[in-house]
């Protein structure tokens, strides 16, 4: 056992002196932990987050999870874990500022915790492509935005991270405990969890039953149970209180799961959080009062790059269509699959098949529960095209630096989903 844990720790500090020769990635990983972090006054100061803070504190101090959250995007109110997190996190910290830079410390260990899984349990090209992937989920924009403000969402990447270290030991009984702890508690926060974890469950379930490992069921039922029970109080609720669903049949065949899983990792969806003000930050920066249009140039590049990663997409389809063909059988197709290849399709057959399946839309921020696997797709898909990757790596940083910076000097985007700054509204109040 020790013998095996001596081993472990040497390779994954041969492994992190071969990532530390690749600059660019280390500078991008680095970079994105300071992105999550500056100007924590720019955060997003809106309906949703004065709601939810003012819900954590009234739990907080009343030492109590609420039997509901606030409302979800699918028109059913959302369980009472998704408060209680910030509950936690209320605790400790004081007011609106402290909370979110709690959230950011979160995402920025979160996104560490990652690159030590790769350290350690990745080698090779796949360990090569889930160092690009990490960089790539670093620094790109809507990863960025998404780990900078008070929103149950914000916190599923920690969530993610804990359900992926627990299933790598779930042939031990505390990993299958957490794994199914961690699961119970991800859809608690936000629905997307539950279509999550029951994807990688159903995937998990066969692949272990073809590879001949053993899945230690009782300590997965446990802590699924465990977690489960905080569920009661919300089900109670659903039982006597009438829900508005907003799902509908025609979103069972509509197609974002994947338009959004390539465009967010791509960078091209900051239009999600600027909107009308998406046009003006095409502007920037600005010298003087002089438009420079360089971030318009910046997603020109983007598109251009982007054309490289669909002729590359339509080489994946196609060679995974003629293997699938190949495939005599069910345990053949699972025998031997890599762990990075059972989480993608865990997330297929969860959000982009199931989910679309209940008729609820599936928009962005659905597919938080992901990270950081979009894009470590992208990398996967421009393995061979180390110069395209790294020219993406360097686009979308001034993207997102170039978001960033219009946020702060304009105090946010009144015009778009991201609203008028937090130390805007501070100051206009004094």
Request: with cysteine; net charge neutral; aromatic share 14%.
């Amino acid at each position: 056992m020790a013998r095996t844990v001596i081993e472990r720790t040497y390779i994954g500090i041969e492994h992190m002196s071969e990532f530390l020769k690749d600059r660019l990635f280390l500078a991008m990983i680095v970079i994105g932990c300071a992105l999550r972090v500056i100007w924590p006054t720019d955060m997003e100061w809106k309906t949703d987050e004065k709601l939810l803070f003012s819900m954590a504190e009234d739990a907080e101090m009343k030492g109590a999870i609420p039997e509901v959250g606030m409302g979800s995007g699918g028109g059913i109110m959302n369980p009472g874990m998704s408060v209680g997190v910030f509950a936690l996190i209320a605790a400790i910290t004081d007011g609106p500022i402290g909370m979110v830079q709690a959230v950011q410390w979160i995402n920025v260990i979160s996104l560490l915790g990652f690159l030590v899984i790769a350290f350690f349990r990745y080698k090779g090209n796949e360990q090569k492509m889930w160092f690009a992937g990490l960089a790539l989920a670093a620094i790109s924009p809507l990863a960025v935005i998404f780990s900078r403000k008070i929103w149950a969402q914000d916190l599923l990447p920690a969530f993610a991270f804990l359900i992926t270290l627990a299933h790598w030991h779930r042939g031990k009984w505390v990993g299958a405990f957490t794994w199914g702890l961690m699961g119970a508690l991800m859809g608690q926060v936000h629905m997307s969890g539950f279509y999550y974890a029951f994807g990688l469950f159903s995937v998990s379930v066969l692949h272990d039953h073809f590879n001949e490992k053993r899945i230690r069921w009782i300590p997965w039922l446990t802590g699924s149970a465990a977690g489960a029970i905080l569920l009661l109080p919300w089900l109670q609720y659903l039982l006597h209180n009438e829900q508005n669903s907003a799902a509908h049949l025609s979103n069972i065949v509509q197609l974002n799961f994947f338009f959004y899983w390539l465009i967010d990792a791509l960078g091209l969806d900051v239009y999600y959080s600027l909107r009308e003000n998406f046009w003006e930050y095409l502007r920037e920066p600005l010298i003087g009062s002089t438009p420079t249009y360089l971030v318009a140039a910046l997603h020109i590049a983007l598109v251009f790059l982007t054309a490289v990663v669909v002729r590359e997409l339509y080489a994946f389809i196609r060679k995974t269509v003629s293997g699938l063909k190949g495939v005599g059988s069910m345990r053949a197709f699972f025998m031997n699959m890599s762990a990075t290849k059972l989480q993608m399709l865990a997330i297929l057959v969860g959000i982009g098949v199931l989910f679309p399946l209940t008729g609820v839309t599936v928009v962005q921020h659905y597919l938080i529960c992901t990270f950081p696997f979009m894009y470590v797709f992208i990398a996967h898909l421009l393995s061979k095209q180390e110069r395209v990757m790294r020219a993406m790596l360097v686009v979308q940083l001034l993207v997102t630096l170039g978001f960033l910076w219009y946020i702060h000097t304009n105090g946010g985007a009144p015009e778009g989903d991201y609203g008028v700054n937090y130390r805007t509204q501070m100051e206009k109040a004094q």
